[in-house]
């Protein structure tokens, strides 16, 4: 099956911010992406509202609740006491819980899990009470000690961070060794019965060669790369574009 994609809204967010205006609205870009067959819609609340604001949650909780029952609502970030509960006043069906300090201007690393136990375990178990999905942000080269302790904390899902992998658009070569640890490091997540995402600078260009080597691939999260290629062609063409490299047939 091709992997779903999850249209990330953050960078559109951050568009609008630059002004005291409703424009451009996540939720009306949020609803072209999901009339033209994204599966999601992805969010990373951070302290600062930097992109996303926490006024957004529940207008996109409201549109999928409204028009697209079908499509899943993916909220991303560092699980702080008030980052969990918007978590839980928005439902959302996946949490992906990153490391991030707030002050980082994005995602740079996976969590070290066996360390972050403590922190973690807890976190999991109250999000999990309200059916909700857990998604540990990880390294594309994380160990098999680092994977059996995230299922061991109730994990249900990783999310390989691509970041290392989307800056090798210059380097074949290196995108392609890559590629194939991403490709065993979800090999053996999934012998843990673990499902695998993916995101972090995912393109139409790169995705191709990463889902040949995860073909069990659940899930990709794209935000700038999808948000860039939708100011040359729209939103609805550039999700169909992006579906269609996941290897979906559109």
């Known amino acids: ?43 990373h609340p951070r302290p600062d509202e930097r992109h996303i604001r926490f006024a957004d949650l529940p207008v ?7 028009e697209f029952p079908q499509a899943e609502f993916n909220i991303e970030g560092y699980p702080t006491d008030h980052f969990i509960g918007l978590c839980l006043e928005n439902r959302p069906d996946q949490v992906t819980l990153v490391p991030d300090d707030p002050s980082q201007s994005t995602s740079d690393h ?8 403590e922190l973690l375990e807890p976190v999991i178990a109250r999000l999990k009470e309200q059916d909700i999905r857990i998604s540990l942000f990880t390294d594309g080269d994380a160990s098999a000690r680092q994977l059996q302790a995230a299922r061991d904390i109730g994990a249900d899902r990783i999310e390989l961070y691509t970041g290392p992998y989307g800056g ?13 640890v991403l490709g065993e490091t979800a090999a053996l997540a999934d012998k843990l019965g673990l499902g695998v995402n993916a995101g972090h600078d995912l393109t139409v260009a790169n995705l191709p060669l990463l889902a040949s080597h995860i073909p069990h691939l659940a899930e990709v999260s794209i935000g700038h790369g999808l948000t860039a290629d939708a100011l040359e062609f729209g939103m609805a063409e550039t999700v169909r574009r992006f579906r269609e490299a996941c290897g979906e047939r559109t």
């Open 168 to 180: 090798c658009f210059d380097a074949p070569e290196k995108e392609r060794e890559l590629a194939e």
């Open 60 to 66: 996109i909780r409201a549109l999928i609740d409204r």
């Open 110 to 117: 996976g969590w070290d899990v066996i360390a972050s136990r």
């Open 1 to 43: 099956m091709p992997a779903s994609l999850s249209v990330n809204l953050n960078a559109i967010a951050q568009l609008r911010n630059r002004r005291d205006l409703p424009w451009p609205s996540v939720e009306h870009f949020g609803r072209i992406a999901l009339k033209s067959g994204a599966h999601g819609l992805t969010v």
